[in-house]
T-cell receptor, first 112, second 114 residues
């Protein structure tokens, strides 16, 4: 079955440093979504990427979908304490009727 | 607008007891999901419904778990009998039935089985 893997599992950064999490799928994806979950909270949708090689930006966040549509990344520039949380990618295999498969998440800690 | 509403928010129960978790999806959404989240296993899809019909329950751990959706605005996830290893956060989520639409999560039901 489809597997979606994320690395790293944990990341501690000093406030102001950059952060990147990577998502890799065992199958080609029709689209990929990114979610953020604050400690004690619930996952909240951030963005969806659909096109091969697509890059989208939200303020300090940059999202990229690989050319082969099997990987994706989320990069945060100059992290702030408000960026703390777990970032999940979620993807669905092309041609599959199955729903989104969530990655294991990257837990980001930002040290003031 | 009201989001996905779950109850109870927190429940502590003794092993062997029946647990019923409830969910009200966002009005107009016709897909509903039940997820379980633990430190060890992350976010797991248990079951999802389209137009109140269960489509895929392959994620349901075992026969102790059952889910129903009697109408478009209500779903339940039942565990009977509960076991300590069922302790987790159970999220309900909903979306419009389309592969690209965003999934909206409820705030979760935090279950502890002692």
């Amino acid at each position: 079955g489809q597997q979606v893997m994320q690395i790293p599992q944990y990341q501690h950064v000093q406030e102001g440093e950059d952060f990147t999490t990577y998502c890799n799928s065992s199958t080609t994806l029709s689209n990929i979504q990114w979610y953020k979950q604050r400690p004690g909270g619930h996952p909240v949708f951030l963005i969806q990427l659909v096109k091969s090689g697509e890059v989208k930006k939200q303020k300090r966040l940059t999202f990229q979908f690989g050319e082969a549509k099997k990987n994706s990344s989320l990069h945060i520039t100059a992290t702030q304490t408000t960026d703390v949380g777990t970032y999940f990618c979620a993807g669905r295999s092309s041609g599959s009727a199955r729903q989104l498969t969530f990655g294991s998440g990257t837990q980001l800690t930002v040290l003031p | 607008d009201a989001g996905v509403i779950q109850s109870p928010r927190h429940e502590v129960t003794e092993m062997g007891q029946e647990v019923t978790l409830r969910c009200k999806p966002i009005s107009g959404h016709n897909s509903l999901f039940w997820y379980r989240q633990t430190m060890m296993r992350g976010l797991e899809l248990l079951i999802y419904f389209n137009n109140n019909v269960p489509i895929d329950d392959s994620g349901m751990p075992e026969d102790r778990f059952s889910a129903k959706m009697p109408n478009a605005s209500f779903s339940t996830l039942k565990i009977q009998p509960s076991e300590p290893r069922d302790s987790a956060v159970y999220f309900c989520a909903s979306k419009l039935q389309n592969s690209g639409n965003t999934i909206y999560f409820g705030e979760g039901s935090w279950l502890t089985v002692v």
